[in-house]
T-cell receptor, first 112, second 115 residues
Framework: DAGVTQSPTHLIKTRGQQVTLRCSPI?????VSWYQQVLGQGPQFIFQ???????GRGNFPDRFSARQFPNYSSELNVNALLLGDSALYLC???????????FGQGTRLTVV | GDSVTQMEGPVTLSEEAFLTINCTYT??????LFWYVQYPGEGLQLLLK?????DKGSNKGFEATYRKETTSFHLEKGSVQVSDSAVYFC??????????????FGKGTHLIIQP
């Protein structure tokens, strides 16, 4: 079975632009979460979606938004990019309950 | 809110040395605790987990015990190998604390094992 897949793997954007990152969860996993990992830090929780509904949101500005599709894949959108948005963006999928999260390889976003 | 504190790195050890990476947490509910490992250029991989007090998680020679009285989940390994060199993250998931179903991570500990 394929693991969590994310695309693209690397991305360079200019300040003020908008970006969309994509994630396909493990087959059968209905919960998808997004994390931002700044270099040298631990991942920070951005969003969690379950059954296409937002179930949780971390301490991120409204420039960050996400959605989940009927096939449980997900997109993370970031508007009006800032230099500080440069990071590795990780997607994780899991079954329900206190089960382990499986992470994708991430999308490396660089804002210049 | 929930938080995880783990020892600062880098931690440099010789091969076959004993490893301890300290992790303490603060949570409002009854968290599950995890250790994740990140090898260079790769995503996060679950190393081990414990879902209730006194549980011991173990995998690949690594162990950690959920200590509610000290709010700790220290990672240990009796004899490290060069291949264990990576960044280790302690994390919690507090599903019954009323918060989101997301993981709260520590800042990570970079482990370097020298031959």
């Amino acid at each position: 079975d394929a693991g969590v897949t994310q695309s693209p793997t690397h991305l360079i954007k200019t300040r003020g632009q908008q970006v969309t990152l994509r994630c396909s969860p493990i087959s059968g996993h209905k919960s998808v979460s997004w994390y931002q990992q700044v270099l040298g830090q631990g991942p920070q929780f951005i969003f969690q979606y379950y059954e296409k509904e937002e179930r949780g949101r971390g301490n991120f500005p409204d420039r960050f938004s996400a959605r989940q599709f009927p096939n449980y894949s997900s997109e993370l959108n970031v508007n009006a990019l800032l230099l500080g948005d440069s990071a590795l963006y990780l997607c994780a999928s899991r079954l329900t309950g206190p089960t382990e999260a499986f992470f994708g390889q991430g999308t490396r976003l660089t804002v210049v | 809110g929930d938080s995880v504190t783990q020892m600062e790195g880098p931690v440099t050890l010789s091969e076959e040395a004993f490893l301890t990476i300290n992790c303490t947490y603060t949570a409002t509910g009854y968290p599950s605790l995890f250790w994740y490992v990140q090898y260079p250029g790769e995503g996060l991989q679950l190393l081990l987990k414990a879902t209730k007090a006194d549980d011991k998680g173990s995998n690949k020679g690594f162990e950690a015990t959920y200590r509610k009285e000290t709010t700790s989940f220290h990672l240990e390994k009796g004899s490290v190998q060069v291949s264990d060199s990576a960044v280790y993250f302690c994390a919690l998931s507090d599903l019954r604390g009323g918060g989101a179903d997301g993981l709260t991570f520590g800042k990570g500990t970079h482990l370097i094992i020298q031959p």
